[in-house]
């Protein structure tokens, strides 16, 4: 009998379309795993920003990794509550994007919901001299900044 | 009207506020002043037109028969949708953008805020979603009236006509529609009236921060309304023209 532990492993290897070095279960949008038969599995997912365009994508993809796995029957249903933070973002997810060339999450919503104005380090030279030119960068999860010091433009994956 | 029937027109006032407004704003595309403006009206753009998915979709779960998030704006005429006339009004210069922004963004906050405490478990997960979101349109708007307004001669002026040239149509925003009425006394919708003064607070400091004026309105002076009864301004027609072209020239096309 698969387990959740096991689907969810296979999940690891979905990316996300957009930033593909993350995967669905890093970016903490998998609520839910329901076996109901061994032949039929239900995934519950959650949108990162209402107007993502990239669900549709990642829906298909959910289906088509776990049906090459041999679930006969797949479905992906979405969910709007409790709404995705970047709360639910992994620590691996984290150290992967900061690889990558895009700035994580700097701190927890629930810790401090209050701070728009935190410092973002430079993804590239580590700098603390960095300014943010936009709220709104090239997907609705992320914002532009610039470092002072290397001269790097950057994308900071907002804290959501 | 029993909540059944108020739900539905409900859910359709503020999921089409969300889709024209979604709308205008994606005419900016490759019109803003700056690059990163432009991907910010954009992103904006977005995260309405997906809330307003959200909302046409809870409608088309009530109402079954067939519906889908596409009925709604692709399919109904000019006199059903129940928008407030402030979002569908035509383009304009950069400050126009950013006064209407303003106006409809500060509004949106606190409207918001309200609906997240709705007895409707759907719709207050829609809100607190769509609150996120409206955080930083509201920052948005703020931060440009007050760059605008503080700014140079030419562009101080320009803000400044386009808070008066717009005024008229924001008491329409906190006039309660029958509609509002019977959500509110169902549980699931907000005291729209009670909406006014947490606006006007913030409008007043946005304005002042930004060295700007607002016209002073009498209790009771006339002020444009009607969306909320599907009475529209001359510009609707034309925004389902662009909208609803395609439905319409080739019906039942899907993709």
Not at chain 2, 44 to 58: K, M, P
Not at chain 2, 166 to 180: G, I, N, Q, R
């Amino acid at each position: 009998m698969i387990s959740q532990k096991t689907i969810l492993e296979w999940l690891e290897q979905v990316p996300d379309p957009e930033v593909p070095v993350l995967s669905v279960v890093d970016l903490g949008i998998i609520r839910e795993i329901h076996i109901n038969t061994p032949d039929q599995v239900e995934v519950i997912i959650t949108p990162t920003y209402s107007g993502c365009p990239a669900m549709h994508m990642i829906a298909m993809n959910i289906k088509g990794e776990l049906m090459a796995r041999g679930i006969a029957s797949v479905s992906v249903k979405e969910t709007l509550s409790p709404a995705w933070t970047t709360d639910w973002m992994s620590e691996t997810g984290k150290a992967k994007l900061k690889a990558y060339g895009i700035a994580p999450p700097q701190y927890r919503i629930d810790k401090d919901p209050g701070t728009i104005g935190a410092i973002v380090p430079c993804p590239q030279c580590g700098s603390k001299h960095t300014t943010c030119i936009s709220e709104f960068g090239s997907t609705a999860c992320k914002a532009l900044f610039r470092c002072q010091d290397c001269l790097e433009p950057f994308d900071y994956f907002k804290c959501h | 009207m029993s909540n059944t029937q108020s739900l539905p027109a409900y859910l359709l006032q503020l999921a089409d506020d969300n889709f024209v407004h979604g709308h205008r704003l994606g005419e900016w595309c490759g019109h803003a002043p700056e690059l990163e403006v432009d991907m910010a009206i954009t992103n904006i753009a977005l995260d309405l037109i997906g809330a307003s998915r959200s909302l046409y979709q809870y409608v088309a779960d009530i109402e079954g028969n067939g519906q889908t998030e596409d009925s709604y704006p692709y399919l109904r005429q000019e006199r059903e949708f129940r928008n407030l006339l402030l979002v569908e009004l035509p383009k304009g210069d950069f400050a126009d953008l950013m006064a209407r922004c303003l106006f409809f963004d500060i509004y949106q906050y606190h409207y918001y805020k309200g609906l997240t405490r709705s007895h409707d478990e759907r719709l207050a997960a829609i809100a607190t979603k769509t609150l996120k979101e409206i955080s930083y349109h509201r920052r948005f708007s703020s931060e440009w009236v007050v760059r605008l307004g503080d700014g140079t001669s030419e562009s101080h002026q320009r803000m400044q006509d386009a808070i008066h040239r717009w005024w008229d149509y924001t008491p329409e925003l906190f006039k309660a529609s029958s509609v509002d009425q019977d959500a509110f006394h169902a549980g699931f919708g907000i005291d729209v009236p009670a909406l006014k003064p947490l606006w006007e607070q913030e409008i007043a400091q946005v304005l002042q921060e930004a060295t700007l004026s607002y016209p002073l309105r009498a209790e009771g002076a006339w002020f444009q309304q009607g969306g909320r009864e599907g009475l529209h301004t001359e510009h609707m027609g034309y925004i389902l023209a662009d909208v609803q072209y395609l439905q319409r020239a080739y019906p039942g096309a899907s993709w």
